[in-house]
């Protein structure tokens, strides 16, 4: 029967099964019990236990909380302390240290236009200087 997709789709394709897999998780151990559907998903980690952070909602007369705890706290605060952190605070936090790096960049930016800026001016003046002392050997014969 011939090969409809090569070994190495198949290959591919086993291991992006696995992955999906591995994200549904376990519910003893939490590992990828929770998908990436949330933006700080996966990549905001306790500086204590080493745990990824979850989201968790709660209300209150305002209304809808959106919180980010760590996984171990949420299920036993005994074993970590780490408090719960509103999503609006890690949304600031992120914001201001993109400014932060935007301002880095913008001033590293300015100074290659600079450099770059000075040495097109040296190649024009050399290039006018080439040009002056190819004419005075044209005008001295």
Known sequence: ???IITKEIYDLTQAEIKRRSE?????????GRYSSKYPFSKKIVCGECGENYRRHAYYNKEGQIRTWVCAR??????DCHQKYIEERQIEEALLEANNEESVKIDKELDKL???MLELH???????CNQNYHSNQLFTKT
Do not use: W
């Not at 001016?121 to 050399?126: C, D, G, H, M, Y």
């Open 73 to 78: 706290h949420k299920t036993s605060p005994s």
């Open 23 to 31: 994200m549904r998780g376990n519910s003893k151990t939490n590992d």
């Open 121 to 127: 001016k040296r190649r024009i003046s050399k290039t």
């Open 113 to 115: 236009q600079g450099q």
């Open 1 to 3: 029967m011939p090969q």
